[in-house]
């Protein structure tokens, strides 16, 4: 049996996330990471090519897909978990403390009503769980930070470690979200370090720094020799340092106000209205200390 899975990263240019497909080959057999949903915020226009992209990818393999996998509650693109269960029948799952997403969300959404108990979601997975992908051995690392309920999927010699290590040159995710924590993003980051060297690590964002080609390919060792963020620090504290500076620095992502209320919801877009239209809510002057662009 290998433990080695075929993976296929599909980069968004709109929100320079990565979509995968990590696939036992002898199997037939996939789950889907991360899926986006597309948004044109100007018009309000939603779409589907992205996730059609992997439903192609996925026919013309002639896999099954088992798994639609979200990482974290995303804040800059919408996730089209629920879309892809639509399509393929596949349960989806996210960490299980998304239900402290939920109950943070809810307040600033003034959604008495929501339940926040991660219901929209087939699985809510614990720290440490097993799972499989075909023949290929799965299993759940919390790696809060970024996001309370943030997991990095261990499938075979593949970690999907989304928004905590961006490619080497790219440095880490940002902790600045409602429920982040740069020393707790310091603490999830050892222990992806502490998987074996040769681990290969898939990150869920690539900013392309200087202009280069999107990327999003590494391994533990080549993390630990070249981050540009974790090179420059020797300690925990030098590291929240640098993070909550930049964090400082950084405008919040476009989409975050819009992405929330459709990520905590599973994927889920809102209702129609009586007229048939769906309709978003922006909270004003929740979220503060904004640097401006
Ligand atoms: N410009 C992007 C920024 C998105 C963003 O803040 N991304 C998060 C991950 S969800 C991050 O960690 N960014 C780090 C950085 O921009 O340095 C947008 O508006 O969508
Ligand atoms: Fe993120």
């Not at 597309?38 to 059609?52: I, P």
């Not at 499989?132 to 051995?137: E, L, M, N, P």
């Not at 981050?227 to 930049?246: D, K, P, S, W, Y």
């Amino acid at each position: 049996m290998s433990q080695k899975p075929e993976v296929t990263g599909f980069f968004d240019p709109r929100t320079s996330s990565i979509q995968y497909v990590v696939a036992d080959p002898a199997a037939r057999r996939c789950a889907i990471v991360d899926p986006v949903h597309d948004f044109d915020e100007k018009s309000g226009q939603t779409a589907t090519a992205s996730a059609d992209r992997l439903l192609a990818f996925i026919a013309d393999k002639g896999y099954a897909v088992e798994w639609i996998l979200d990482t974290h509650p995303h804040a800059d693109h919408f996730s089209a978990a629920h879309y892809l269960k639509a399509r393929t029948g596949a349960p989806t799952a996210i960490g299980e403390r998304v239900k402290d997403v939920q109950e943070l969300w809810k307040g600033f959404y003034n959604w008495p009503d929501f339940p926040a108990d991660g219901s929209q979601w087939d699985r809510l997975f614990t720290e440490g769980e097993r799972f499989a992908v075909g023949g290929i051995d799965a299993r759940v690392m919390f790696s809060p930070g970024h996001t309370l309920a943030s997991i990095t999927y261990v499938i075979g010699d593949a970690a999907f470690v989304h928004d905590t290590l961006f490619m080497p040159d790219s440095g880490t995710a940002r902790a600045d979200f409602p429920g982040g924590s740069a020393t707790t993003l310091w603490a999830s980051i050892q222990r992806i370090l502490a998987l074996p060297d040769e681990t290969r690590l898939f990150t869920g964002h690539d900013y392309q720094p200087d202009g280069r080609a999107p990327a999003w390919e590494s391994t533990v060792a080549a993390q630990k020799a070249e981050n540009i963020h974790l090179t420059r620090c020797r300690t925990g504290a030098e590291f929240v340092a640098l993070r909550e500076a930049r964090d400082r620095s950084l405008p919040m992502p476009r989409l975050i106000l819009q992405s929330l209320q459709i990520n905590t919801n599973g994927g889920r877009l809102p209702l129609p209205e009586s007229n048939g239209v769906r309709y978003l809510k922006i909270p004003l002057d929740l979220l503060t200390n904004t640097a401006w662009d």
